[in-house]
C-alpha cells in the first residue's frame, strides 16, 4: 500500500483552500449549465447540454468525495458531522437520480421529469454547500483545522 506523504501544515491549508475554491468553481460551471439548459431550443441541444451537466456532477461529486465525506470521521464538531450526515443524504439522493438517468435513453419520456428533479436536487444541494458547508469547512481552516475543511492532504 502507497503511502500518504506529510505535507506540512501550511501546504495542507493551501491545498485544502485551493479545493474549495475548485468546487465552488464547479458549482458556477453547474449553475451555468443548468442556465444554457432552461434557455436552449431544440431537444438534441438540450439533451447535449444534460449530458454535459451529468459528467459535471459527476466529477463534483468525486472531488466532494474525496474532500469532505472520505475523511467525515476526523470531524471532531457535532455541528460538523450534521452538516456532513446531511450533505451525504442529499448526495444519496442525487446519486440515485444520476444512475436512474444512466439508465434511461435521452428520449425516454422520463428523462425530462426525472432531469428536472434531479436539477431541484443539484440546487438545493448547492445552496445548502455554499450557505453552510463551505462557510464552516473556511472556518475550521482558518483555526488550522484540516478535518472537515478539506479532509485529505494531496
Known amino acids: 500500500m502507497p503511502q500518504q506523504q506529510y505535507a506540512p501544515p501550511q501546504q495542507s491549508l493551501r491545498r485544502s483552500s485551493e479545493a474549495l475554491a475548485m468546487l465552488r468553481a464547479d458549482h458556477r460551471r453547474i449553475q ?10 431544440g431537444p438534441q441541444a438540450q439533451r447535449d447540454i444534460a449530458h454535459e451537466i451529468l459528467l459535471e456532477l459527476t466529477i463534483h461529486a468525486h472531488l466532494k468525495a474525496y474532500v469532505f465525506y472520505d475523511t467525515s470521521e476526523d470531524e471532531p464538531t457535532r455541528r460538523g458531522q450534521t452538516l456532513l450526515a446531511a450533505s451525504r443524504r442529499e448526495q ?14 435521452p428520449e425516454d419520456p422520463q428523462f425530462p421529469k426525472t ?11 448547492m445552496a445548502a454547500e455554499e450557505a453552510q458547508m463551505f462557510p464552516f469547512a473556511e ?14 492532504q494531496a
Open 32 to 41: 451555468q449549465l443548468i442556465m444554457e439548459y432552461d434557455t436552449v431550443h
Open 139 to 152: 472556518a475550521a481552516l482558518a483555526h488550522g483545522s484540516t478535518a472537515c475543511a478539506a479532509g485529505r
Open 92 to 105: 444519496r439522493a442525487i446519486t440515485g437520480l444520476l444512475q436512474e438517468l444512466r439508465m434511461m435513453a
Open 115 to 125: 432531469f428536472d428533479e434531479l436539477l431541484l436536487h443539484v440546487e438545493h444541494h
